[in-house]
């Protein structure tokens, strides 16, 4: 069984920061792509940004040069390091991971909120 648990996010203002984790665990092996999504009230899940195995990323046109997006592959975590946040990014942050050739898993999920 996997398990992902997200972690650090909260409130913060205006052109603040955040740094959210998700750290994997159980019965992994091999984590290919990690991604997070993010989905705001009243809006469709959306892709916010993916890395590859090589480290590779992809990230949606909304939080280029805000966002970034990296991995540990010795602890098994994700993150994603926010900054310059907007009231527009107040959402519940995902974290999913590819394992393996099909295997995909979903986290918690972990609320975000930009607001003064």
């Known amino acids: 069984q996997v398990q992902l648990v997200e972690s650090g996010g909260g409130l913060v203002q205006p052109g603040g920061s955040l740094r959210l984790s998700c750290a994997v665990s159980g019965s992994i092996f091999r984590i290919n792509t990690m991604t997070w999504y993010r989905q705001a009230p009243g809006k469709q899940r959306e892709l916010v940004g993916s890395?590859?195995?090589?480290?590779?990323?992809d990230y949606a046109d909304s939080v280029k040069g805000r966002f970034t997006v990296s991995r540990d592959n010795a602890k098994n975590t994700v993150y994603l390091q926010m900054n310059s946040l907007e009231p527009e990014d107040t959402a519940i942050y995902y974290c999913?991971?590819?394992?393996?050739?099909?295997?995909?898993?979903w986290g918690q999920g972990i609320q975000v909120t930009v607001s003064s």
């Open positions: 890395i590859t195995r090589g480290n590779s990323t």
């Open positions: 999913n991971v590819l394992i393996g050739m099909a295997a995909t898993y």
